[in-house]
C-alpha cells in the first residue's frame, strides 16, 4: 500500500465523470452478485481494484491516490454504515441476551485475539511487543463495513448478533486502540484517562442525541437529511479529536432514533412529536444506505488498486498472516462454543477484518510505527478473513437451501 501520485495521463471532466458513473453501476451489479451468492461485494470490489491495477500498469497508466483520500473515506464510510445498522436495529426486552452476548463476545475475543497476534508479531518479525500492540488491535477488530452487509440474508437473531458484535467490536477496538498508543500503558493514570473517556463519550452521546430530536421538530422542508449527518459527523469528528470512542455516539443516536416509542410518554411525547421522528428515521435510513454504498464501493476499489499484490505473497508474510488468522479463528471458535454457547455456522467464520483495520493502522504513531511491520500482513489478513467469510457464507446457504428442500 504504497500511496504515491504519479499523473502519468491527465483526464477531462467528462472522462472523470464517465470512470465514476462506470463504477457505481459495478458496484451495484457486486451487490447483485453477492445477493445471489452470498460472496460478499467487498471481495469484489477489492479484487476490481487489484485487477485494474494489473491493467493499467500493463498499459504504462498509474493512476495514484494520496493516502487522505483513502482516510476520509474510510472514517465517513465507517459512520454510514454503522449508522445504517444501529437504524435497522429494535431493542426490546426479550433481546437483553442477544446484546449481552455479543458485548461479552466483542470484547473478550478481541482482547485475548489482541494479545495473541502481537505475541505472534513479536516472535515472527522480532517487534517490540508493546510496539506490536497498535498493529495487533487493528487486526483484532471485526470490520462492520464489511460484515453488516454481508449478512442481510441471514435469519434475524444470526444477522443481529453479527450486527451488534461487529459495531461493538469497533467501539472497543478504538478504546482499546487509543489505549496501547499511550505513552505509559500501565499506569493509573492511564487507566483513569481510559474510565474518564468512556464517561464522557456516554454524556456526550445522550447530550447530542437528545438535542438532535429536539432539532427534528423543528425542521421543515426536503433538505434536511444531509443536515442532520452533517451534525452527526461534525459530533463524531470533535470526539475524535478528544481522543473519544465517537462511534458510540452513532450507535447510540442509531438505536434511539429507531426505538423512540418507550422513551415518549407523556409531556415528552406531545413535544417531540412521534410522527415527525418517524418520518425523518425512514428519510435518514435511505439516504445513509445509498451514501454507505456509494462510500464503501469507492473505498474498497482504491484499497484494492494500492494493495501491492508482490508483499502478500512473500514468504515471511504468508507464513505470519497464517498464524494470525489460525489464532483469529481459534479464539473466536472456543469463545463462541464453550464460554457463550451461541451459535458457532455460520458465525465463527464472520470475523472480517477490513476498513476499520485499515483506518487504525493509518493512525498509529510515529513513535510506535516498526520499520519491521510488513504491511503485507495487513493486507494478508484483509482478504483471507473475507474469503474466510465467503465460504462460510456460502455454505450456510446451502445449508439453509438443503433444509428447504426436505421439508418440502
Known amino acids: 500500500m504504497n500511496l504515491q501520485l504519479y499523473y502519468l495521463m491527465?483526464?477531462?471532466?467528462?472522462?472523470?465523470?464517465?470512470?465514476?458513473s462506470i463504477v457505481t453501476i459495478i458496484s451495484y451489479l457486486f451487490n447483485i452478485i453477492s445477493e445471489k451468492l452470498r460472496v460478499p461485494s467487498a471481495i469484489l470490489l477489492i479484487g476490481c481494484g487489484i485487477l485494474t491495477q494489473v491493467v493499467t500498469g500493463y498499459y504504462g497508466m498509474t493512476v495514484y491516490i494520496p493516502r487522505k483520500i483513502l482516510e476520509i473515506l474510510g472514517v465517513v464510510g465507517l459512520i454510514m454504515i454503522v449508522l445504517e445498522g444501529a437504524l435497522d436495529?429494535?431493542?426490546?426486552?426479550?433481546?437483553?441476551?442477544?446484546?449481552?452476548?455479543?458485548?461479552?463476545?466483542?470484547?473478550?475475543?478481541?482482547?485475548?485475539?489482541?494479545?495473541?497476534?502481537?505475541?505472534?508479531?513479536?516472535?515472527?518479525?522480532?517487534i517490540d511487543f508493546f510496539k506490536a500492540l497498535p498493529y495487533a488491535v487493528a487486526m483484532g477488530v471485526i470490520s462492520s463495513a464489511i460484515a453488516i452487509p454481508s449478512v442481510h440474508n441471514?435469519?434475524?437473531?444470526?444477522?443481529?448478533?453479527?450486527?451488534?458484535?461487529?459495531?461493538?467490536?469497533?467501539?472497543?477496538?478504538?478504546?482499546?486502540?487509543?489505549?496501547?498508543?499511550?505513552?505509559?500503558?500501565?499506569?493509573?493514570?492511564?487507566?483513569?484517562?481510559?474510565?474518564?473517556?468512556?464517561?464522557?463519550?456516554?454524556?456526550?452521546?445522550?447530550?447530542s442525541t437528545i438535542l438532535l430530536m429536539l432539532l427534528f421538530r423543528y425542521l421543515k422542508g426536503h433538505i434536511k437529511v444531509f443536515l442532520i449527518l452533517s451534525i452527526v459527523v461534525l459530533v463524531y469528528s470533535v470526539s475524535k479529536q478528544m481522543h473519544l470512542p465517537s462511534l458510540f455516539f452513532i450507535l447510540v443516536f442509531g438505536l434511539v432514533l429507531n426505538n423512540s416509542e418507550p422513551f415518549l410518554k407523556g409531556k415528552l411525547k406531545k413535544f417531540l412529536?412521534?410522527?415527525?421522528?418517524?418520518?425523518?428515521?425512514?428519510?435518514?435510513?435511505?439516504?445513509?444506505?445509498?451514501?454507505?454504498?456509494?462510500?464503501?464501493?469507492?473505498?474498497?476499489?482504491?484499497?484494492?488498486?494500492?494493495?501491492?499484490?508482490?508483499?502478500?505473497?512473500?514468504?515471511?508474510?504468508?507464513?505470519?498472516?497464517?498464524?494470525?488468522?489460525?489464532v483469529i479463528l481459534v479464539i473466536r471458535y472456543v469463545f463462541l462454543r464453550y464460554i457463550s454457547q451461541t451459535n458457532i455456522f455460520p458465525e465463527l467464520f464472520i470475523a472480517p477484518r477490513g476498513l476499520i483495520?485499515?483506518?487504525?493502522?493509518?493512525?498509529?504513531?510515529?513513535?510506535?510505527?516498526?520499520?519491521?511491520?510488513?504491511?503485507?500482513?495487513?493486507?494478508?489478513?484483509?482478504?483471507?478473513?473475507?474469503?474466510?467469510?465467503?465460504?462460510?457464507?456460502?455454505?450456510?446457504?446451502?445449508?439453509?437451501?438443503?433444509?428447504?428442500?426436505?421439508?418440502?
Not at 10 to 20: F, G, K, R, S
Not at 114 to 126: G, M, Q, W
Request: glycine content about 4%; overall charge neutral; cysteine-free.
Open 10 to 20: 491527465i483526464l477531462d471532466t467528462y472522462h472523470i465523470l464517465i470512470v465514476l
Open 89 to 126: 436495529l429494535k431493542i426490546t426486552k426479550s433481546k437483553r441476551k442477544l446484546i449481552t452476548q455479543s458485548f461479552l463476545a466483542a470484547l473478550s475475543v478481541l482482547l485475548i485475539t489482541a494479545i495473541a497476534i502481537a505475541d505472534i508479531l513479536h516472535l515472527a518479525l522480532d
Open 154 to 207: 441471514l435469519d434475524g437473531g444470526k444477522k443481529e448478533f453479527i450486527i451488534y458484535e461487529s459495531t461493538f467490536s469497533d467501539i472497543l477496538g478504538i478504546l482499546l486502540f487509543n489505549y496501547v498508543i499511550s505513552d505509559k500503558l500501565l499506569s493509573l493514570a492511564t487507566a483513569g484517562l481510559f474510565v474518564w473517556n468512556l464517561v464522557l463519550i456516554t454524556v456526550i452521546s445522550i447530550l
Open 273 to 326: 412529536h412521534p410522527e415527525k421522528l418517524i418520518s425523518v428515521n425512514t428519510e435518514l435510513k435511505s439516504m445513509t444506505a445509498e451514501l454507505a454504498f456509494l462510500i464503501r464501493t469507492f473505498f474498497f476499489l482504491l484499497f484494492g488498486y494500492s494493495l501491492d499484490v508482490t508483499l502478500v505473497l512473500s514468504g515471511t508474510v504468508l507464513l505470519t498472516g497464517s498464524a494470525i488468522m489460525l
Open 357 to 408: 483495520t485499515i483506518l487504525l493502522f493509518y493512525s498509529i504513531p510515529t513513535h510506535l510505527v516498526s520499520d519491521k511491520f510488513n504491511e503485507g500482513v495487513l493486507s494478508f489478513v484483509i482478504i483471507v478473513s473475507g474469503l474466510i467469510m465467503m465460504l462460510g457464507l456460502l455454505f450456510s446457504n446451502r445449508k439453509v437451501d438443503q433444509k428447504l428442500m426436505t421439508e418440502v
